[in-house]
């Protein structure tokens, strides 16, 4: 009898951690905003873009885009950090898209200023070529 009630105490405890965790995870986490400071991270923007590549595009000039945007962190002025990585998800819902890169900008005027900046503006005639499609999305964590 003491066995059975130490794992239905366990089994309850464990259903509650399952959805404690579904319910945190099911939405967006939103930090409170503190009304006395002005913090950066409030400020920061995270900008997302996915690429599809042609079918024909020369694994050579890819590569060269792998570059060239990664590059952009120490040429633009405002980008806190650049990530980027090839698709390896197993769901297979990727559509084609191949490659993530993420840029984290200081503030809203400093992604103002990149998008019509020369460095990124050089970098899309590299691109645009042996692009098939763009996905992007901003969101400020």
């Known amino acids: ?3 059975q009630l130490i794992r239905l105490v366990t089994q ?18 939103h930090k409170q905003k503190d009304s006395g400071t002005e913090s950066s991270a409030k400020e920061k923007i995270r900008h997302v873009v996915c690429f599809k590549f042609k079918d024909d595009a020369d694994p050579t000039k890819i590569r060269k885009v ?4 990664a590059a952009l962190k120490g040429k633009i002025k405002g980008i806190l950090s650049l990530e980027w990585g090839k698709n390896n998800s197993p769901e297979g819902l990727n559509k084609g898209f191949t490659h993530c890169f993420i840029v984290t900008f200081d503030k809203e ?7 019509p900046h020369p460095d990124h503006q050089a970098f899309v ?10 996905f992007v ?5």
């Open 1 to 3: 009898m003491k066995t």
């Open 137 to 141: 999305i901003d969101f400020t964590p």
């Open 109 to 115: 005027e400093s992604r103002k200023k990149y998008l």
């Open 12 to 29: 309850i405890c464990l259903c509650l951690c399952i959805f404690m965790y579904l319910e945190l995870s099911a939405k967006p986490y």
């Open 125 to 134: 005639s590299i691109l645009k070529p042996i692009l098939e499609d763009v």
């Open 66 to 69: 792998e570059r060239e945007f």
